[in-house]
């Protein structure tokens, strides 16, 4: 839905619980209402017919629409400075709905080496078959050599802020610039970083997406996802002819065939994926998971600033680690990224880091199965510190000269840190290191 919430400016943490949501239009309930519903009754004739030719919005059928999802809806795309946002019902759908809808009929995407595995993964198994191809850029840190890379067919640079799992960061501000100049857009996943610590479209972003089955809900209790966009992009281009093709459904009361663009102009790339893909391959976010991402949020703030003190504690207590090879975190001085750090993220650089395992595969393994309080799985941003072998488990579809562009060496372990006590996170590493090398 649109953002709606622009009458009164607030603050971060006044949006990340008020935004998008008003107490007398919801009978004064102070949490927002689980809609738990297939359809929405009409008023008369007059309104179905309205609903049904978008010439008003409203609520008609939950997989395209729904109160409480709306309200979530609204409330992220505030707290990112977005014009208009789409929930759906998985990460993965947010990132594969984008991708359809700025290469729809073909065209090349323009990628980052550094991300998550199943992205890796999708976009040589999934998209190719649709037309759809992929380039590994090999400038994304040098961008003024980036534009070398964009070819005639390419229809956007798709990365993320803070890459899973390495932590590579780039200069967002820089490559939106190269983006812009051969009339593409960005897309930003900002997943890691969540709108707390960083806002894409600031900094020149013209689509976001984030799986908010993690930082933004925070505690792995849903799987969800959204994409958001700036509403500054001109999709009124001849790379983008499908936000122009006037159609049936669209149109007004006089019989006319309009276009997204024409009904929707704030916000027309999320509309354009309510309508055609959400509506018709169905991943629909829950009232009942829009509800739960709702509630996380409440906390986004307080949680992300917590993860990131004990990633930070965890980053120097590991790099002086005698069975560490290696630290990557961007919050650490040694870090390539730390300059970028300090300048697009205040906050801090979020609550992931990796290290390398000094030692054998055996020992590697015996480490892992030795944490107690860590938790091993593969989930990130959640309230309790998880940790994993990302190569053979959340990058494992990556081939070996996959994993060599993208950095992810067989000794990488990954931490998603929580917000137990440091102190006691500590200890565990230790006693699983000492059982480790026994």
Same mark, same amino acid.
């Given at each position: 839905?649109?953002?709606?919430?622009?009458?009164?400016?607030?603050?971060?943490?006044?949006?990340?619980?008020?935004?998008?949501?008003?107490?007398?239009?919801?009978?004064?309930?102070?949490?927002?209402?689980?809609?738990?519903?297939?359809?929405?009754?009409?008023?008369?004739?007059?309104?179905?017919?309205?609903?049904?030719?978008?010439?008003?919005?409203?609520?008609?059928?939950?997989?395209?629409?729904?109160?409480?999802?709306?309200?979530?809806?609204?409330?992220? *795309?505030? /707290?990112?400075?977005? #014009? +208009?946002?789409?929930?759906?019902? @998985?990460?993965?759908?947010?990132?594969?709905?984008?991708? &359809?809808?700025?290469?729809?009929?073909?065209?090349?995407?323009?990628?980052?080496?550094?991300?998550?595995?199943?992205?890796?993964?999708?976009?040589?198994?999934?998209?190719?078959?649709?037309?759809?191809?992929?380039?590994?850029?090999?400038?994304?840190?040098?961008?003024?050599?980036?534009?070398?890379?964009?070819?005639?067919?390419?229809?956007?640079?798709?990365?993320?802020?803070?890459?899973?799992?390495?932590?590579?960061?780039?200069?967002?501000?820089?490559?939106?610039?190269?983006?812009?100049?051969?009339?593409?857009?960005?897309?930003?996943?900002?997943?890691?970083?969540?709108?707390?610590?960083?806002?894409?479209?600031?900094?020149?972003?013209?689509?976001?997406v984030y799986s908010a089955t993690k930082g933004l809900t925070?505690?792995?209790?849903?799987? *969800?996802? /959204?994409?958001?966009? #700036? +509403?500054?992009?001109?999709?009124? @281009?001849?790379?983008?002819?499908?936000?122009?093709?006037? &159609?049936?459904?669209?149109?007004?009361?006089?019989?006319?065939?309009?276009?997204?663009?024409?009904?929707?102009?704030?916000?027309?790339?999320?509309?354009?994926?309510?309508?055609?893909?959400?509506?018709?391959?169905?991943?629909?976010?829950?009232?009942?998971?829009?509800?739960?991402?709702?509630?996380?949020?409440?906390?986004?703030?307080?949680?992300?600033?917590?993860?990131?003190?004990?990633?930070?504690?965890?980053?120097?207590?590991?790099?002086?680690?005698?069975?560490?090879?290696?630290?990557?975190?961007?919050?650490?001085?040694?870090?390539?990224?730390?300059?970028?750090?300090?300048?697009?993220?205040?906050?801090?650089?979020?609550?992931?880091?990796?290290?390398?395992?000094?030692?054998?595969?055996?020992?590697?393994?015996?480490?892992?199965?030795?944490?107690? /309080?860590?938790?091993?799985?593969?989930?990130?941003?959640?309230a309790r510190s998880l940790i994993v072998n990302s190569p053979?488990?959340?990058?494992?579809?990556?081939?070996?000269?996959?994993?060599?562009?993208?950095?992810?060496?067989?000794?990488?372990?990954?931490?998603?840190?929580?917000?137990?006590?440091?102190?006691?996170?500590?200890?565990?590493?230790?006693?699983?290191?000492?059982?480790?090398?026994?």
């Amino acid at each position: 839905m649109a953002n709606d919430s622009k009458k009164k400016e607030y603050r971060f943490d006044t949006k990340k619980l008020r935004a998008g949501y008003d107490p007398k239009e919801h009978n004064y309930a102070v949490s927002p209402p689980i809609y738990q519903t297939t359809s929405f009754d009409f008023r008369d004739v007059e309104h179905a017919k309205a609903l049904f030719g978008l010439r008003e919005l409203g609520n008609l059928y939950t997989r395209v629409g729904n109160p409480t999802v709306a309200v979530l809806e609204q409330r992220v *795309a505030a /707290l990112d400075g977005a #014009s +208009g946002a789409i929930a759906l019902a @998985s990460g993965m759908a947010a990132i594969s709905y984008t991708l &359809l809808n700025v290469a729809e009929g073909g065209g090349r995407i323009l990628t980052s080496p550094y991300l998550y595995g199943g992205s890796t993964d999708s976009f040589k198994k999934v998209y190719p078959k649709f037309g759809i191809h992929f380039d590994y850029a090999k400038n994304l840190e040098n961008p003024e050599k980036l534009a070398e890379e964009i070819k005639p067919d390419t229809k956007a640079i798709y990365v993320e802020s803070i890459s899973n799992p390495s932590g590579v960061l780039l200069d967002i501000d820089a490559i939106a610039e190269v983006a812009h100049a051969h009339g593409i857009p960005l897309i930003v996943d900002n997943t890691v970083a969540t709108p707390y610590l960083y806002n894409p479209i600031a900094h020149g972003a013209d689509i976001v997406v984030y799986s908010a089955t993690k930082g933004l809900t925070g505690h792995g209790n849903v799987i *969800a996802g /959204l994409v958001l966009e #700036s +509403g500054k992009f001109n999709w009124q @281009s001849d790379k983008f002819p499908h936000f122009s093709e006037k &159609l049936y459904t669209l149109r007004d009361i006089h019989e006319n065939n309009r276009s997204y663009l024409e009904v929707f102009p704030e916000f027309p790339f999320t509309a354009r994926i309510r309508f055609n893909y959400l509506n018709y391959f169905g991943a629909a976010l829950s009232p009942f998971d829009a509800y739960l991402v709702l509630i996380g949020l409440e906390t986004l703030s307080e949680r992300v600033a917590k993860q990131v003190k004990n990633a930070e504690i965890l980053a120097e207590y590991l790099k002086n680690h005698k069975y560490v090879e290696w630290v990557r975190y961007p919050g650490l001085k040694e870090s390539p990224y730390y300059e970028l750090a300090k300048r697009d993220f205040p906050k801090g650089a979020g609550g992931l880091l990796a290290f390398g395992f000094k030692g054998t595969t055996a020992q590697r393994e015996a480490f892992l199965d030795a944490v107690e /309080l860590f938790k091993y799985h593969v989930n990130i941003g959640d309230a309790r510190s998880l940790i994993v072998n990302s190569p053979q488990t959340t990058h494992s579809e990556l081939e070996p000269d996959e994993k060599k562009i993208a950095d992810i060496p067989e000794n990488l372990i990954r931490i998603s840190a929580g917000l137990e006590d440091p102190e006691d996170l500590i200890a565990d590493l230790e006693q699983a290191f000492e059982k480790a090398y026994v």
